[in-house]
């Protein structure tokens, strides 16, 4: 448990520090292993097509870390584009909630999807870092509170 809080609170500190260059830096790290891996299914398992196929899917992780989280974050951000103005259009079609705070939350789903539909998709740079930062901050203080009850524990 304190080895947990210890690298949660390091994420912490890279997603504000590196913001969005930390996904590609994870993209790289995780292609690394996969070619460890597949060397290992060779040696070990005598594993030749499994560790193969691995160390290829690593190479190109780790080569075009980039390009992936690139394409990844635009096809997100479309699907999530895509499913705000459908969650909207169904919202405006349906009845009309009664109250202002019942109304705003109805139509909060369906923005907050759009928002982050338009981040990922690079429109709104800007508040995308942003989110890297607020997304840290939260991860931190999750580190620290179980910091906190680890040492309460011991």
């Known amino acids: 448990k304190l080895l947990t809080s210890i690298v949660t609170i390091i994420i912490g ?5 590196l913001k969005s260059s930390i996904v590609s830096i994870a ?7 996969l070619i460890f891996v597949g060397i290992l299914d060779i040696i070990k398992k005598s594993d030749l097509v499994n560790g193969l ?3 290829a899917v690593g190479v190109v992780a780790a080569v075009l870390s980039w390009l ?9 951000g479309v699907v999530l ?6 969650q909207l ?13 019942a109304t705003l939350l109805v139509f909060a789903a369906p923005i907050v999807s759009i928002i982050g539909g338009l981040c ?3 429109a709104w740079g800007e508040l995308a870092l ?8 939260v991860v931190i203080l999750n580190g620290v509170i179980s910091l906190v009850d680890y040492l309460q524990t011991k």
Do not use: Q, R, W
């Open 13 to 17: 500190v890279l997603l504000i520090t």
């Open 27 to 33: 993209v790289t790290i995780f292609g690394i292993y």
């Open 53 to 55: 196929v691995k160390i």
């Open 68 to 76: 992936i989280v690139a394409i990844a974050s635009l096809l997100l």
């Open 81 to 86: 584009i895509i499913n705000g103005v459908t």
């Open 89 to 101: 259009l169904e919202v405006l079609k349906s009845k009309k909630p009664k109250g202002l705070l």
């Open 120 to 122: 990922l998709c690079g």
């Open 130 to 137: 942003t989110m890297y930062t607020i997304a840290g901050i």
